[in-house]
């Protein structure tokens, strides 16, 4: 089974600062990983995606993820904020190449930016 | 195409009434899932079909809800007698098999959801 644990419900950075949103997954098989935004009352947009090639994902809106599979983790990062990377950002996991392809999120973190 | 579409965006309904949402997926898309995000919560998988078969379902999906896809085209979902609980926004994915594409330039592509409120 698969599941994902988003560190941190709230995030509040300074425009221009770095943004860190941490990810932990649980997987029974190798994974494909996934980031999304969600805008208010928005859909969910695909931010990047890990699926078993480089371990460094870019992404649009200059954001970049890194999978470490020592760690289980897949953080998110982008090295300046912008007004504009206010929203929700959820981390999904689901089975590789082969199996169902439900995707499992998890519970989101906020992004808030400041001037 | 422009992406998928969900129809109606908002619905308010009272309770033990009956909705009915509808998705159109991106043309060439043969798979299509629903998932539900309540307020402050990611999305939770209700069903999956694959062309106009349905080939699982949470066990969310409680015999109240109904999903179809005929004709593997565009998809509908029905919530019977409604309950307060079922309020949330209802997300609607499109993305291309077989399984050897999966997880590569197409993944899910997301609609902008129907959100239901049940008064």
């Known amino acids: 089974a698969q599941s994902v644990t988003q560190l941190g419900s709230h995030v509040s950075v300074s425009e221009g600062a770095l943004v860190l949103l941490r990810c932990n997954y649980s997987?029974?098989?190798?994974?494909?990983l996934f980031w999304y935004v969600q805008y208010p009352n928005q859909g969910l947009q695909l931010l990047l995606k890990?699926?078993?090639?480089?371990?460094l994902v870019k992404g649009i809106n200059g954001f970049e993820a890194e999978f470490k599979k020592s760690e289980t983790s897949f953080h998110l990062t982008k090295p300046s904020a912008h007004m504009s990377d206010a929203a929700e950002y959820f981390c999904a996991v689901r089975p590789g190449a082969t199996g169902f392809q439900k995707l499992v999120f998890g519970t989101g973190t906020r992004l808030l930016v400041s001037p | 195409d422009t992406g998928v579409s969900q129809d109606p965006r908002h619905k308010i309904t009272k309770r033990g009434q009956n909705v009915t949402f509808r998705c159109d997926p991106i043309s060439e898309h043969n798979r299509l899932y629903w998932y539900r995000q309540t307020l402050g919560q990611g999305p939770e998988f209700l069903t999956y079909f694959q062309n106009e078969a349905q080939l699982e379902k949470s066990r969310l999906l409680s015999d109240r809800f109904s999903a179809e896809r005929p004709k593997g085209s565009f998809s509908t979902l029905e919530i019977q007698r409604t309950e307060q609980g079922d309020s949330a926004m209802y997300l609607c994915?499109?993305?291309?098999?077989?399984?050897?594409?999966?997880?590569?330039?197409?993944?899910?592509?997301f609609g902008s959801g129907t959100r239901l409120t049940v008064v």
């Open positions: 997987s029974s098989v190798p994974p494909y």
């Open positions: 994915a499109s993305s291309l098999g077989p399984p050897s594409r999966q997880g590569g330039t197409y993944g899910y592509t």
């Open positions: 890990y699926t078993s090639a480089a371990t």
